[in-house]
Protein backbone atom coordinates (compact mmCIF):
# COMPACT_ATOMS: atom_id res chain seq x y z
CA UNK A 1 0.00 0.00 0.00
CA UNK A 2 1.45 3.57 -0.79
CA UNK A 3 0.44 5.38 2.36
CA UNK A 4 2.87 2.96 4.08
CA UNK A 5 5.63 4.70 2.01
CA UNK A 6 4.68 8.46 3.31
CA UNK A 7 6.65 10.49 6.01
CA UNK A 8 6.76 9.34 9.65
CA UNK A 9 5.07 12.37 10.22
CA UNK A 10 2.22 11.59 8.18
CA UNK A 11 -1.25 11.33 10.21
CA UNK A 12 -2.08 8.85 7.57
CA UNK A 13 -0.07 6.33 9.71
CA UNK A 14 -3.26 6.15 12.26
CA UNK A 15 -5.67 5.93 10.06
CA UNK A 16 -7.75 2.80 9.68
CA UNK A 17 -6.77 1.43 6.68
CA UNK A 18 -3.49 1.33 7.45
CA UNK A 19 -3.63 -0.67 10.50
CA UNK A 20 -5.56 -2.81 8.85
CA UNK A 21 -2.61 -3.35 6.26
CA UNK A 22 -0.23 -4.05 9.00
CA UNK A 23 0.72 -7.33 10.96
CA UNK A 24 1.32 -7.29 14.24
CA UNK A 25 4.62 -9.75 15.18
CA UNK A 26 3.78 -9.09 19.29
CA UNK A 27 -0.04 -8.61 19.14
CA UNK A 28 -0.03 -8.98 23.03
CA UNK A 29 1.01 -5.63 23.75
CA UNK A 30 -2.10 -4.17 21.68
CA UNK A 31 -4.47 -5.78 23.82
CA UNK A 32 -3.23 -3.69 26.86
CA UNK A 33 -3.96 -0.77 25.11
CA UNK A 34 -7.52 -0.28 26.47
CA UNK A 35 -5.67 -0.85 29.77
CA UNK A 36 -3.67 2.74 29.73
CA UNK A 37 -7.07 5.11 30.02
CA UNK A 38 -8.04 3.12 32.84
CA UNK A 39 -4.61 3.14 34.85
CA UNK A 40 -4.58 6.86 34.01
CA UNK A 41 -7.42 7.18 35.55
CA UNK A 42 -7.07 5.07 38.44
CA UNK A 43 -3.79 7.61 38.85
CA UNK A 44 -5.96 10.80 38.45
CA UNK A 45 -8.62 9.42 41.22
CA UNK A 46 -5.33 8.67 43.83
CA UNK A 47 -3.99 12.00 43.29
CA UNK A 48 -7.42 13.82 43.68
CA UNK A 49 -7.98 12.19 47.08
CA UNK A 50 -4.32 12.62 48.24
CA UNK A 51 -3.90 16.41 47.30
CA UNK A 52 -7.37 17.08 49.09
CA UNK A 53 -7.27 20.80 50.41
CA UNK A 54 -8.60 21.75 54.07
CA UNK A 55 -12.39 23.24 53.36
CA UNK A 56 -12.67 27.33 53.07
CA UNK A 57 -15.37 29.30 53.55
CA UNK A 58 -16.09 30.95 50.13
CA UNK A 59 -18.65 33.33 49.14
CA UNK A 60 -20.79 31.58 46.33
CA UNK A 61 -20.21 34.58 43.55
CA UNK A 62 -16.52 34.09 44.65
CA UNK A 63 -16.74 30.22 42.81
CA UNK A 64 -16.16 30.77 39.24
CA UNK A 65 -15.96 27.55 36.84
CA UNK A 66 -13.65 28.69 33.11
CA UNK A 67 -13.24 26.57 29.90
CA UNK A 68 -9.34 27.12 31.43
CA UNK A 69 -9.85 24.38 34.06
CA UNK A 70 -9.92 21.64 31.15
CA UNK A 71 -6.02 22.69 30.23
CA UNK A 72 -4.92 20.55 33.36
CA UNK A 73 -5.32 17.84 31.54
CA UNK A 74 -3.48 17.90 28.71
CA UNK A 75 -0.20 17.01 30.01
CA UNK A 76 -2.09 13.91 31.54
CA UNK A 77 -3.89 13.00 28.44
CA UNK A 78 -0.27 13.77 25.51
CA UNK A 79 1.31 11.06 28.18
CA UNK A 80 -1.50 8.58 27.69
CA UNK A 81 -1.19 8.69 23.94
CA UNK A 82 2.65 8.28 24.64
CA UNK A 83 1.97 5.42 26.61
CA UNK A 84 -0.23 4.26 24.24
CA UNK A 85 2.38 4.86 21.18
CA UNK A 86 4.89 2.60 23.26
CA UNK A 87 2.71 -0.12 23.25
CA UNK A 88 2.04 0.06 19.66
CA UNK A 89 5.71 0.01 18.82
CA UNK A 90 6.34 -2.95 21.13
CA UNK A 91 3.71 -5.00 18.91
CA UNK A 92 6.06 -4.66 16.24
CA UNK A 93 3.88 -2.96 13.07
CA UNK A 94 5.23 -4.84 10.04
CA UNK A 95 4.04 -5.82 6.45
CA UNK A 96 5.42 -8.75 4.88
CA UNK A 97 5.29 -9.68 0.90
CA UNK A 98 6.19 -13.18 0.75
CA UNK A 99 7.34 -14.20 -2.89
CA UNK A 100 6.42 -18.35 -3.67
CA UNK A 101 8.33 -19.04 -6.78
CA UNK A 102 7.17 -23.04 -8.52
CA UNK A 103 9.34 -24.50 -10.81
CA UNK A 104 9.85 -28.18 -11.98
CA UNK A 105 12.43 -30.20 -14.34
CA UNK A 106 9.48 -30.96 -16.49
CA UNK A 107 8.29 -33.92 -18.57
CA UNK A 108 8.37 -34.00 -22.11
CA UNK A 109 5.19 -35.34 -24.01
CA UNK A 110 3.81 -36.14 -27.33
CA UNK A 111 0.35 -36.37 -28.10
CA UNK A 112 -0.38 -38.67 -31.02
CA UNK A 113 -3.80 -37.68 -32.18
CA UNK A 114 -5.48 -39.63 -35.09
CA UNK A 115 -7.94 -37.54 -37.82
CA UNK A 116 -8.68 -40.06 -40.34
CA UNK A 117 -12.20 -39.95 -41.40
CA UNK A 118 -13.88 -42.49 -39.04
CA UNK A 119 -13.21 -39.94 -36.36
CA UNK A 120 -15.79 -38.10 -37.73
CA UNK A 121 -18.22 -40.89 -36.10
CA UNK A 122 -21.20 -38.84 -33.71
CA UNK A 123 -20.75 -41.31 -31.03
CA UNK A 124 -18.53 -38.80 -29.00
CA UNK A 125 -20.42 -34.98 -29.16
CA UNK A 126 -19.94 -33.55 -31.34
CA UNK A 127 -17.63 -36.46 -33.10
CA UNK A 128 -14.70 -38.64 -31.89
CA UNK A 129 -12.09 -35.68 -33.26
CA UNK A 130 -13.46 -32.94 -31.80
CA UNK A 131 -14.19 -34.43 -28.18
CA UNK A 132 -10.13 -35.85 -28.62
CA UNK A 133 -8.98 -32.11 -28.92
CA UNK A 134 -10.97 -30.78 -25.85
CA UNK A 135 -9.65 -32.99 -23.42
CA UNK A 136 -6.58 -32.34 -24.92
CA UNK A 137 -7.02 -28.98 -24.48
CA UNK A 138 -7.76 -29.45 -20.66
CA UNK A 139 -5.27 -31.51 -19.99
CA UNK A 140 -2.48 -29.14 -21.59
CA UNK A 141 -4.24 -26.35 -19.15
CA UNK A 142 -3.19 -28.22 -16.15
CA UNK A 143 0.21 -28.85 -17.19
CA UNK A 144 3.04 -27.03 -15.38
CA UNK A 145 6.44 -26.06 -17.23
CA UNK A 146 5.93 -29.31 -19.11
CA UNK A 147 6.97 -29.44 -22.70
CA UNK A 148 4.20 -30.39 -25.05
CA UNK A 149 3.73 -31.41 -28.70
CA UNK A 150 1.71 -32.40 -31.21
CA UNK A 151 1.85 -34.96 -33.74
CA UNK A 152 -1.33 -35.95 -36.49
CA UNK A 153 -2.20 -38.64 -38.11
CA UNK A 154 -4.32 -40.75 -41.30
CA UNK A 155 -3.22 -42.57 -43.74
CA UNK A 156 0.34 -40.69 -43.04
CA UNK A 157 1.56 -39.10 -40.04
CA UNK A 158 3.87 -35.35 -39.37
CA UNK A 159 4.74 -33.70 -36.31
CA UNK A 160 2.23 -30.33 -35.84
CA UNK A 161 3.90 -29.04 -32.83
CA UNK A 162 7.63 -29.91 -32.22
CA UNK A 163 7.94 -29.83 -27.88
CA UNK A 164 7.26 -26.57 -26.31
CA UNK A 165 5.79 -24.91 -23.39
CA UNK A 166 4.47 -22.38 -25.42
CA UNK A 167 0.78 -23.42 -24.48
CA UNK A 168 -1.34 -20.88 -26.36
CA UNK A 169 0.75 -22.04 -29.61
CA UNK A 170 -0.59 -25.23 -28.83
CA UNK A 171 -4.13 -24.51 -28.13
CA UNK A 172 -4.07 -22.78 -31.62
CA UNK A 173 -2.70 -25.65 -33.28
CA UNK A 174 -5.31 -27.79 -31.39
CA UNK A 175 -7.73 -25.29 -33.15
CA UNK A 176 -6.66 -25.78 -36.42
CA UNK A 177 -6.80 -30.07 -36.25
CA UNK A 178 -8.84 -30.85 -39.17
CA UNK A 179 -10.07 -33.94 -41.30
CA UNK A 180 -8.24 -32.65 -44.50
CA UNK A 181 -4.60 -32.11 -43.68
CA UNK A 182 -3.21 -34.99 -44.94
CA UNK A 183 -5.00 -36.28 -48.02
CA UNK A 184 -3.79 -40.21 -47.64
CA UNK A 185 -6.25 -41.96 -46.28
CA UNK A 186 -6.82 -44.63 -43.56
CA UNK A 187 -4.74 -45.17 -40.52
CA UNK A 188 -0.89 -45.26 -39.73
CA UNK A 189 -0.48 -46.46 -36.16
CA UNK A 190 3.36 -46.91 -36.89
CA UNK A 191 3.89 -44.17 -38.69
CA UNK A 192 2.54 -41.83 -35.88
CA UNK A 193 4.72 -43.61 -33.53
CA UNK A 194 7.91 -43.09 -35.78
CA UNK A 195 7.73 -39.42 -35.97
CA UNK A 196 6.82 -39.49 -31.89
CA UNK A 197 10.02 -41.57 -31.59
CA UNK A 198 12.29 -39.10 -33.62
CA UNK A 199 10.50 -35.71 -31.82
CA UNK A 200 11.72 -37.34 -28.70
CA UNK A 201 14.91 -39.48 -29.01
CA UNK A 202 16.97 -36.39 -28.32
CA UNK A 203 15.46 -35.12 -25.88
CA UNK A 204 17.30 -35.46 -22.07
CA UNK A 205 14.39 -35.25 -19.95
CA UNK A 206 13.81 -37.77 -16.97
CA UNK A 207 10.75 -38.56 -18.41
CA UNK A 208 9.24 -39.10 -21.65
CA UNK A 209 5.42 -39.87 -22.69
CA UNK A 210 3.59 -40.12 -25.80
CA UNK A 211 -0.65 -40.18 -25.19
CA UNK A 212 -1.73 -41.86 -28.34
CA UNK A 213 -5.48 -41.50 -29.59
CA UNK A 214 -6.95 -43.51 -31.86
CA UNK A 215 -9.94 -45.51 -33.11
CA UNK A 216 -8.89 -48.18 -35.19
CA UNK A 217 -6.63 -50.48 -36.87
CA UNK A 218 -3.21 -49.88 -38.51
CA UNK A 219 -4.71 -49.77 -41.93
CA UNK A 220 -1.69 -47.73 -43.76
CA UNK A 221 1.78 -46.37 -43.10
CA UNK A 222 5.33 -48.83 -44.14
CA UNK A 223 6.26 -49.11 -40.52
CA UNK A 224 4.55 -51.71 -38.40
CA UNK A 225 3.21 -50.35 -35.26
CA UNK A 226 4.88 -52.97 -33.10
CA UNK A 227 8.27 -52.60 -34.31
CA UNK A 228 7.82 -48.83 -34.01
CA UNK A 229 6.43 -49.08 -30.42
CA UNK A 230 9.82 -51.63 -29.59
CA UNK A 231 11.91 -48.40 -31.29
CA UNK A 232 9.88 -46.07 -28.67
CA UNK A 233 10.62 -48.39 -25.90
CA UNK A 234 14.71 -47.93 -26.70
CA UNK A 235 14.58 -44.47 -25.76
CA UNK A 236 12.32 -44.79 -22.82
CA UNK A 237 9.49 -43.15 -24.03
CA UNK A 238 6.37 -44.16 -21.72
CA UNK A 239 3.17 -45.04 -24.34
CA UNK A 240 0.10 -44.93 -23.58
CA UNK A 241 -2.87 -45.96 -25.55
CA UNK A 242 -6.30 -44.48 -26.42
CA UNK A 243 -9.05 -45.96 -28.04
CA UNK A 244 -12.01 -44.09 -28.75
CA UNK A 245 -15.46 -45.27 -29.98
CA UNK A 246 -18.28 -47.51 -29.43
CA UNK A 247 -18.92 -51.12 -30.69
CA UNK A 248 -22.00 -51.69 -32.67
CA UNK A 249 -24.42 -49.48 -34.61
CA UNK A 250 -23.01 -45.21 -34.03
CA UNK A 251 -23.98 -42.68 -36.21
CA UNK A 252 -22.11 -41.37 -38.96
CA UNK A 253 -23.05 -38.85 -41.11
CA UNK A 254 -26.47 -37.74 -42.45
CA UNK A 255 -28.80 -38.88 -45.17
CA UNK A 256 -30.50 -36.47 -47.78
CA UNK A 257 -33.67 -35.45 -45.19
CA UNK A 258 -30.60 -34.74 -42.21
CA UNK A 259 -31.34 -37.90 -40.17
CA UNK A 260 -27.64 -39.55 -38.83
CA UNK A 261 -27.04 -42.30 -40.86
CA UNK A 262 -25.99 -45.46 -38.70
CA UNK A 263 -22.71 -47.57 -39.42
CA UNK A 264 -21.55 -50.72 -38.08
CA UNK A 265 -17.87 -50.10 -36.30
CA UNK A 266 -15.82 -52.64 -34.70
CA UNK A 267 -12.75 -51.85 -33.34
CA UNK A 268 -9.42 -54.39 -32.28
CA UNK A 269 -7.97 -53.51 -29.57
CA UNK A 270 -5.07 -55.79 -29.87
CA UNK A 271 -2.71 -53.75 -31.37
CA UNK A 272 -3.21 -50.87 -28.98
CA UNK A 273 -2.99 -53.22 -25.88
CA UNK A 274 0.17 -54.29 -26.98
CA UNK A 275 1.71 -50.87 -28.26
CA UNK A 276 0.90 -49.82 -24.25
CA UNK A 277 2.67 -52.76 -23.08
CA UNK A 278 6.02 -52.67 -24.71
CA UNK A 279 5.80 -48.94 -24.68
CA UNK A 280 5.37 -49.63 -20.13
CA UNK A 281 2.32 -47.60 -19.93
CA UNK A 282 -1.44 -48.16 -19.77
CA UNK A 283 -4.43 -48.94 -22.67
CA UNK A 284 -7.49 -47.17 -22.33
CA UNK A 285 -10.77 -47.27 -23.87
CA UNK A 286 -12.98 -44.59 -23.92
CA UNK A 287 -17.20 -44.68 -24.93
CA UNK A 288 -17.95 -41.41 -24.89
CA UNK A 289 -17.12 -37.74 -23.77
CA UNK A 290 -16.70 -37.91 -19.48
CA UNK A 291 -14.87 -41.43 -19.95
CA UNK A 292 -12.18 -39.51 -22.21
CA UNK A 293 -12.49 -37.15 -19.97
CA UNK A 294 -11.49 -39.38 -17.03
CA UNK A 295 -8.62 -40.86 -18.25
CA UNK A 296 -6.81 -38.20 -19.64
CA UNK A 297 -7.26 -36.99 -16.01
CA UNK A 298 -6.14 -40.63 -14.89
CA UNK A 299 -2.38 -39.93 -17.21
CA UNK A 300 -2.30 -36.28 -15.63
CA UNK A 301 -2.12 -37.77 -12.21
CA UNK A 302 0.48 -40.49 -13.41
CA UNK A 303 2.83 -38.10 -15.09
CA UNK A 304 3.05 -35.79 -12.10
CA UNK A 305 6.00 -34.03 -11.88
CA UNK A 306 7.83 -32.98 -8.57
CA UNK A 307 7.49 -29.55 -8.44
CA UNK A 308 9.68 -27.59 -5.90
CA UNK A 309 9.05 -24.67 -4.40
CA UNK A 310 10.73 -21.95 -2.96
CA UNK A 311 9.40 -18.96 -0.52
CA UNK A 312 10.95 -15.88 -0.40
CA UNK A 313 9.75 -13.01 2.60
CA UNK A 314 10.46 -9.60 2.32
CA UNK A 315 9.37 -8.19 5.91
CA UNK A 316 9.67 -4.43 6.16
CA UNK A 317 9.60 -2.97 10.25
CA UNK A 318 7.51 0.39 11.44
CA UNK A 319 7.60 0.31 14.64
CA UNK A 320 10.25 2.92 14.64
CA UNK A 321 7.43 5.19 13.28
CA UNK A 322 5.18 5.41 16.13
CA UNK A 323 8.49 5.21 18.44
CA UNK A 324 9.06 9.26 17.31
CA UNK A 325 5.44 9.99 17.47
CA UNK A 326 5.90 8.61 21.43
CA UNK A 327 9.54 10.78 21.45
CA UNK A 328 7.76 13.98 20.22
CA UNK A 329 4.84 13.63 22.02
CA UNK A 330 6.90 12.81 25.56
CA UNK A 331 9.02 16.13 24.76
CA UNK A 332 6.02 18.07 24.46
CA UNK A 333 4.57 16.16 27.87
CA UNK A 334 7.47 17.52 29.42
CA UNK A 335 6.85 20.95 27.98
CA UNK A 336 3.64 21.18 29.19
CA UNK A 337 4.74 19.82 32.32
CA UNK A 338 7.03 22.75 33.12
CA UNK A 339 4.25 25.33 31.99
CA UNK A 340 1.15 26.92 33.85
CA UNK A 341 -1.34 23.98 32.42
CA UNK A 342 0.01 21.61 34.75
CA UNK A 343 -0.84 24.28 37.99
CA UNK A 344 -3.71 25.64 36.39
CA UNK A 345 -6.64 25.60 39.85
CA UNK A 346 -4.41 23.31 41.74
CA UNK A 347 -4.19 26.00 44.48
Known amino acids: MDKLSLPWYSLDWFA ?14 LYLIPAVPLLFFVRWLIRYFINQKLPVALIKGDLKSSAINGLRFIPE ?14 ARPQRSNEKVEQWTEGIDIMIALDI ?46 PLTTDYPLLFSYLEDVSFDMIDSRGTAIGSALAVVTNRMRESESKSKVCILISDGDNTA ?14 YNIKIYTIVVGKEGLVPFGRDYFGRPQMVENTVDETTMR ?3 ELGSGEFFRAADNQALKDIFSRIDQYE ?44
Not at 77 to 90: G, K, P, R, Y
Open 221 to 234: GNIDPITAAELAAA
Open 304 to 347: KAEIKEGRFKDTSDFYQIYLQWAIVLFLLWLALKSSFMSNVLQD
Open 274 to 276: KIA
Open 77 to 90: IVLMLVATLILVAL
Open 16 to 29: VSTFKALTWENQFF
Open 116 to 161: SQSMQIEDFQPNRLEAAKQVARDFIKGRLQDRIGLVVFSGDAFSLA
